[in-house]
T-cell receptor, first 112, second 116 residues
Framework: GQQLNQSPQSMFIQEGEDVSMNCTSS?????WLWYKQDPGEGPVLLIA?????ELTSNGRLTAQFGITRKDSFLNISASIPSDVGIYFC????????????FGTGTRLQVTL | EPEVTQTPSHQVTQMGQEVILRCVPI?????FYWYRQILGQKVEFLVS????????KSEIFDDQFSVERPDGSNFTLKIRSTKLEDSAMYFC??????????????FGSGTQLSVL
């Protein structure tokens, strides 16, 4: 099956620092999504990317759809305590419905 | 803001028992999904549902699982005879039909299923 590996697995950063994480796939996806999951909650959509090379921002978050269509990157600028959580990438090859393949997750912890 | 609602938030059951997990998708969404997440692992696709039938299902979604939209608002996942390995957080999700929005899944807060 399709595998999405995220790195790093976890990271501690200082409040105010910028964060970068990435997601690589063993196969091509047509759409990339980034979700954030807080403890005990469902994933919340952050950014959706539809085109190879696309760079999209949502506030302090910026994500890119890799040119090879096998990877994606998420950057968070000026991190704050509420950025704590697990970030998942997800790839989709849209058919009649959207089956998301989720990555392994990056756990972000912010120290004050 | 509209949201996907799941009940119950926690369900404890004995091995071999049937469970039904309930979801109310966002009202104008037409695609419905179930995903699950075993503790500490990634979220995994189970099944997608559109126009009153299953669109796609994973290898996890075997004959013990079924889904139903019994009325215009609810979407249920039934596990007929639970096994220990069915213990997980089960997430319902929904999305719109339109291209470019269909991929944007909105997830509920999940039902934590514990099989003893």
């Amino acid at each position: 099956g399709q595998q999405l590996n995220q790195s790093p697995q976890s990271m501690f950063i200082q409040e105010g620092e910028d964060v970068s994480m990435n997601c690589t796939s063993s196969s091509i996806f047509n759409t990339w999504l980034w979700y954030k999951q807080d403890p005990g909650e469902g994933p919340v959509l952050l950014i959706a990317l539809y085109k190879a090379g696309e760079l999209t921002s949502n506030g302090r978050l910026t994500a890119q759809f890799g040119i090879t269509r096998k990877d994606s990157f998420l950057n968070i600028s000026a991190s704050i305590p509420s950025d704590v959580g697990i970030y998942f990438c997800a790839g989709v090859n849209t058919g009649t419905a959207s089956k998301l393949t989720f990555g392994t997750g990056t756990r972000l912890q912010v120290t004050l | 803001e509209p949201e996907v609602t799941q009940t119950p938030s926690h369900q404890v059951t004995q091995m071999g028992q049937e469970v039904i997990l309930r979801c109310v998708p966002i009202s104008n969404h037409l695609y419905f999904y179930w995903y699950r997440q075993i503790l500490g692992q990634k979220v995994e696709f189970l099944v997608s549902f559109y126009n009153n039938e299953i669109s796609e299902k994973s290898e996890i979604f075997d004959d013990q699982f079924s889904v139903e939209r019994p009325d215009g608002s609810n979407f249920t996942l039934k596990i007929r005879s639970t096994k220990l390995e069915d213990s997980a957080m089960y997430f319902c999700a929904s999305s719109l039909k339109r291209q470019g929005l269909r991929e944007k899944l909105f997830f509920g807060s999940g039902t934590q299923l514990s099989v003893l």
